[in-house]
């Protein structure tokens, strides 16, 4: 991978967590949709109805691009040894009524990279633009009464509430979700 020109946060000693704005995408596409296709292949749909394909994975990459450019979309990547292992995203709110507001979205680990503090390290990251853009309230969402849920709750999450039926899998089976939500002006008081 080519050493794009971003901003670097602190990770675990062998992680580095970069921004990746619009003109560096292309720099880390090909591993972000190698660990995108994997996970939502193996069970974290991340959005997509398993299995995907590369092609419709790097699309989705691509499609952030008008985001990534307006600045409305914070794209990070963890990385060890210049090869991306995951990635989190922010989408900042354009609302006048809730300039206090984001979303994380997409966090993802390589399955290969688990268990090593990088989905924690990614989350801290983000909170940490969301402070600089003046966001303390983020929210997420994410299947019910599995790991991510428990993941989430361990950094601070509360659950705002519970939709059934949100999402459906390849069979047709439904899904629950949760969201979720910190409000970090509240964590550091």
């Not at 952030?64 to 990547?77: D, H, K, N, Q, T």
């Not at 300039?99 to 924690?120: K, M, N």
Request: neutral net charge; contains cysteine; hydrophobic residues 40%.
């Amino acid at each position: 991978m080519t050493q794009p020109q971003e901003t670097s946060y602190a990770g675990s000693t062998s992680t580095t967590i970069r921004r990746i704005r619009a003109r560096d995408l292309k720099h880390v596409i090909t591993d972000l949709t190698d660990v995108f296709v994997d996970t939502v292949n193996n069970g974290s749909p991340l959005g997509f109805m398993p299995p995907i394909t590369r092609e419709v994975a790097r699309d989705f990459w691509i499609s952030l691009l008008p985001e990534l450019e307006a600045g409305s979309r914070i794209l990070l990547v963890a990385c060890i040894e210049d090869r991306v292992v995951g990635s989190g995203q922010l989408a900042l709110s354009q609302r006048s009524n809730s300039p206090h507001r984001a979303e994380l979205q997409r966090l993802f680990v390589s399955r290969a990279a688990r268990g090593q503090g990088i989905g924690a390290s990614l989350v801290m990251a983000l909170h940490q633009i969301a402070r600089q853009h003046g966001r303390t309230l983020i929210s997420l969402s994410t299947r019910h009464n599995e790991p991510a849920e428990d993941f989430y709750k361990a950094l601070g999450y509360k659950v705002a509430g519970v939709i059934p039926g949100w999402t459906i899998g390849p069979s047709g089976e439904q899904y629950d979700h949760v969201t979720l939500y910190q409000d970090l002006a509240e964590r550091e008081a």
